[in-house]
């Protein structure tokens, strides 16, 4: 009944974004139709692809613009695009497109989120390409189940001219019977996609195998839409991070990363590709968001105990819910996982990474995950400033 209930009201609260997507695009004068968009979806993925296809249309000498979880940039000045935001909200979106339009851009990159695209959101945008990178088990606390999450999803393919998906990634299946004519990306040169990794792996190497599949993702789109082969490579070869994306802080004497992985699947790629480079201890500082996707902590747990040599507990915008209740959860992964290390409980944020960087010795590794470039942590429904690698920089 309660999920019946759930549905009932977000069907009417999607008609209602609806009418707000219309009116918002009827005040701006359909800014949309007069830009080249570009959209990026998936789980994992979307902002590091958003940055690589945005500094390969820069190179390009593109007039291109962005906006995304880090931000936007219309022209002028780079600006934030609020708390917990991946899609602005209709009117603020439409007013940003109409920005880029005055500022004279032609290409916007635009990372769409399943939210965004159920709430219509991006009403009256018409894609010249869109790419999905992957699509795992995430916000089902307000998607229900997978298969809604991944109708949310291909709603962007619907909307682009130019569909390219990841063949190698479970959506595939159901991605490749509604759209015929998908173009595809992938890394294993057996799975045969328009566009693999095997084919450019001389060109460049992330050490992250996710990276270099988010950089297929970045060139099939790039290509398709004519920018050179060799501007390309030049920009992968070349290409740094947004801010919180396997930002490393400190080298030596030992390292300091800071990553937004926030979901199970993006925990288990990030992690799973630190512990192949170290050398000493993996200290691992994490913890999980409050009142969403509770199934995840449990994945994220396991994941932490299975990687790191200590755990540092702590919060990640735990909003109303007790951080306790999160935590309780999180550790039944941890111990599921056959952790043997060090595991502390730390409420306080800033207080986790100065306990997980004191613990640090020559050849470690301490990475902290989930809050990434968030300018803000939700504690008891009410956003505080927030800056991680601030955090990360005091204690060091």
Not at 124 to 140: D, K, M, P, Q, Y
Not at 174 to 201: H, I, M
Not at 218 to 228: D, F, N, Q, S
Not at 264 to 287: D, Y
Request: glycine share 10%; net charge positive.
């Amino acid at each position: 009944m309660k999920l019946e209930l759930k549905g009932f009201v977000g069907f009417y609260k999607n008609k209602l974004h609806l009418i707000e997507g219309i009116l918002a695009n009827i005040y701006y004068g359909f800014p949309s139709q007069k830009l080249r968009l570009i959209g990026v979806t998936g789980t994992d993925g979307k902002t590091s692809t958003v940055w690589m296809i945005y500094h390969i249309f820069k190179r390009a000498g593109k007039k291109v613009g962005y906006i995304s979880t880090v931000g936007y940039f219309v022209g002028g000045k780079e600006g934030y695009g609020g708390h917990h935001v991946t899609t602005p909200k209709n009117i603020d979106l439409q007013r940003l497109m109409k920005e880029a339009v005055k500022n004279g851009l032609e290409y916007l990159v635009v990372e769409s989120s399943s939210h965004g695209l159920d709430q219509h959101r991006l009403f009256g945008c018409r894609f010249v390409a869109s790419v999905i990178t992957n699509v795992t088990n995430e916000h089902l606390d307000y998607h229900l189940t997978y298969e809604r999450y991944l109708a949310a999803k291909a709603k962007l393919l619907c909307m682009s001219e130019l569909r390219i998906a990841n063949k190698e990634d479970k959506s595939f299946d159901f991605l490749k019977k509604e759209f015929q004519d998908l173009k595809t990306f992938g890394l294993n040169e057996k799975n045969k996609a328009d566009y693999s990794y095997s084919d450019y792996r001389q060109s460049f190497l992330f050490k992250e195998g996710y990276n270099n599949a988010n950089a297929m993702a970045a060139l099939a789109v790039c290509l398709e839409l004519g920018i050179e082969k060799k501007v390309i490579i030049d920009t992968l070869r070349k290409f740094s991070f947004p801010p919180g994306r396997m930002e490393i802080v400190q080298t030596k004497p030992f390292k300091v990363i800071i990553d937004f992985a926030h979901t199970a699947n993006g925990l288990f790629q990030f992690l799973g590709s630190i512990k192949k480079t170290k050398k000493g201890k993996l200290i691992h500082v994490f913890g999980c968001a409050g009142e969403r996707d509770r199934d995840k902590r449990y994945e994220m747990g396991f994941t932490s105990g299975k990687y790191a040599d200590v755990i540092v507990l702590t919060a990640e915008d735990p909003r109303s819910e007790k951080l306790g209740s999160i935590n309780n959860e999180i550790k039944r992964g941890i111990r599921r996982s056959g952790f043997k290390g060090l595991l502390i409980e730390e409420d306080d944020r800033k207080k986790a990474i100065f306990k997980a960087i004191k613990l640090a010795r020559v050849c470690d590794i301490v990475v902290i995950t989930g809050k990434g470039p968030e300018k803000s942590m939700n504690i008891g429904g009410i956003e505080y400033p927030w800056d991680e690698k601030k955090v990360v920089l005091d204690a060091l």
